[in-house]
Structure formats: structure tokens, C-alpha cells
């Protein structure tokens, strides 16, 4: 008959890794210092093995005339953004950089909100020998045709 003894040394925390000054949080192990953000407003801190957490506190801006409040689901605060230059002709939008023709021989451009217009731009410019540039009627552009 001998004697067994087992010598059992208890952590005030529970994991190994806390004790060494690691946090855990929803199945993640961090390091001591390392921040995350478990929602999108909630900023973490792993300070010692404590979890020291913050919300981010919104104000809501002043935006500048024109400007457009939008709130990213990925960012907690809301924002201030230009607004998207357009170009209205007529009863219709157009975006900036888009191009169209209204009809006949006129090609429009909206640029940084402000529609240009002019003829649309012809890719005869000269023709061979032989040939004659020769504009019918209803098209914009003259035609290379032979002479004859």
C-alpha cells in the first residue's frame, strides 16, 4: 500500500495563453497590445490579458453646400462626399465622362458637370489619289469615293 499524490496547480484564468498576456475573444487568441474591432463601432485592446473595449462615438458632420452625408456599412460614423457631377440635357441625366449624340451630327460630353457639344469628329480627313471626299446628304462625315 502506497501513497499516490497528485499536486494540481490552479490558474486564476483559464486558458494557458491568458497567462502568458493574451487575450481571448470568440475564438481568437491576441497578443498583448494587438487592437481589433469585433463590430463595426467597437474597437478591442488587448492590454495584459484583460479585453479593454471602446465604442466610437459619432458626430454627426456639417457638410459643405452640395455635399452628401452617406453612411458606409463598413465605416461607424457617417460621412461627407462630393456630390457625383452630372449633366442634365433635357429631361435626361448624364454622367460625367458620358458621351452621347442627340441626334444629326452632334455629339455631346458631360464634363465635371458641364455639358460640351459639338459636330462629331469625321475620320476622313484626305483621300487617295483617285478619290474625292464627298459628303452626302443626311451624314455627318464625308465619304472617300472615286472620281468619276
Known amino acids: 500500500g502506497g501513497v499516490v499524490c497528485y499536486v494540481v496547480v490552479c490558474l486564476a ?18 497578443s498583448n497590445g494587438s487592437r481589433w474591432r469585433p463590430e463595426v463601432c467597437l474597437e478591442c485592446e488587448c492590454q495584459g490579458w484583460v479585453e479593454v473595449c471602446q465604442r466610437e462615438q459619432c458626430h454627426d458632420p456639417q457638410c459643405p453646400p452640395h455635399h452628401i452625408l452617406y453612411h458606409h456599412p463598413q465605416h461607424c460614423c457617417p460621412r461627407c462626399f462630393p456630390p ?6 433635357g429631361d435626361t441625366m448624364y454622367q460625367d465622362g458620358e458621351v452621347w449624340s442627340p441626334g444629326g ?17 469625321c475620320s476622313v480627313t484626305s483621300c487617295r489619289e483617285g478619290q474625292v471626299a464627298l459628303q452626302l446628304p443626311h451624314q455627318c462625315c464625308p465619304e472617300c469615293v472615286p472620281l468619276g
Open 13 to 30: 484564468v483559464v486558458t494557458p495563453a491568458a497567462a502568458e498576456g493574451v487575450c481571448y475573444h470568440d475564438g481568437y487568441y491576441f
Open 84 to 89: 457625383v457631377r452630372t449633366c442634365h440635357a
Open 105 to 121: 451630327c452632334e455629339q455631346c460630353r458631360c464634363v465635371n458637370g458641364t455639358l460640351s457639344c459639338g459636330h462629331i469628329p
